[in-house]
């Protein structure tokens, strides 16, 4: 099986508008806020997708699904939402294997941080 994992941060983004944002690509994706931060999240067979803050200033992203092509039918609306967001991000992926040890260089998906 082909697991391929994105890692990633966010800053300068509103989290229920991220939330929101995202909700329309990834319909049962859950939010809520804490006393310090943010969860955005959802676990599934072929997809996990968390992003998580606790300043709600920087955003950790860390998105794995089975194969590069479901991978990138998230990351593009998601980069596309961080951009129409005037957000600043990266995004980088590589494969694992089963047991979660990257085995690929990773790759720049997009970067904009200064």
């Known amino acids: 099986m082909n697991i391929y994992r994105c890692l990633g941060s966010i800053k300068s983004v509103n989290p229920e508008i991220l939330h929101k944002g995202i909700k329309n690509f990834v319909p049962n994706i859950k939010g809520r ?9 959802l676990e599934s067979e072929e ?9 709600e ?3 950790k992203i ?17 980069k596309e939402l961080l951009i129409k967001s005037n957000s600043k991000f990266d995004l980088i992926y590589f494969k694992e294997d089963t047991e979660g040890n990257q085995v690929s260089e990773e790759y720049v998906y997009f970067q904009n941080l200064a």
């Open 33 to 41: 806020p804490r006393i310090f931060g943010y969860d955005i999240e």
């Open 62 to 78: 860390d998105i794995s699904a089975t194969g590069k092509e479901k991978l990138f039918l998230i990351l593009e609306p998601l």
């Open 57 to 59: 200033k920087e955003y």
């Open 47 to 55: 997809l996990t997708f968390y992003i998580n803050t606790y300043d």
